[in-house]
């Protein structure tokens, strides 16, 4: 073979390798920019905490979030009051009384994975709220991890007073934003 040929032969792989790698760059460009568009998908995860007595509603609270999934790694609602209370001799140390609802959603082939730790806590008794000594304190935890529909209440846990003949019931709504 004559330098020539050799020469064109060269200059044409070069070319074909070259046309390769930039194909496979403009292929992985464009599923980057497809995967970015899928994790800026929004929702609204849409909470209510419904109290009820002998089957009967009496309270319902409400509380909401939005959150990107794969953004950010998880959101949290945080609602109450620091409570100092007294620990070794003197040694004032705070406690958290309130509401914290922590949640984090992951998409997964079209399906919407949900984890949710919900804490509520308050006084047993409300003359306590304003004094420093140990406070008896009630609390309420449910940690869910479920498949969510979009648009569809979902029940993330129910759980029974055991002092009274109340029941609490976490639900969950998401829905995607625009």
């Known amino acids: 073979m004559s330098n020539k040929y050799l020469a064109w032969w060269v200059a044409g792989l070069v070319l074909v390798l070259s046309l390769g790698a ?4 403009n292929a992985e460009s464009k599923k980057n920019a497809e995967d970015t568009d899928k994790a800026l998908a929004a929702y609204r995860l849409e909470f209510s905490l419904i109290e009820s007595e002998g089957g009967n509603k009496i309270n319902t609270r409400h509380y909401s979030m939005n959150l990107v999934p794969g953004f950010t790694p998880s959101n949290e609602i945080k609602i109450g009051s620091r409570v100092p209370v007294e620990g070794k001799q003197g040694d004032m140390q ?6 914290n609802i922590w949640s984090r959603l992951t998409e997964r082939g079209g399906a919407l994975q949900l984890e949710v730790r919900a804490e509520l806590s308050n006084f047993a008794n409300p003359d306590q709220e304003n004094r420093t000594a140990m406070p008896l304190l009630r609390q309420l935890r449910i940690n ?4 969510a529909m979009a648009g569809k209440p979902t029940v993330l846990g129910v759980v029974d007073d055991p002092n009274s003949k109340r029941q609490f019931q976490l639900v969950v709504t998401v829905t995607k934003l625009q």
């Open 22 to 25: 930039r194909a496979q760059e």
């Open 94 to 99: 705070y406690i958290d009384v309130g509401t």
């Open 144 to 147: 869910a991890s479920t498949v």
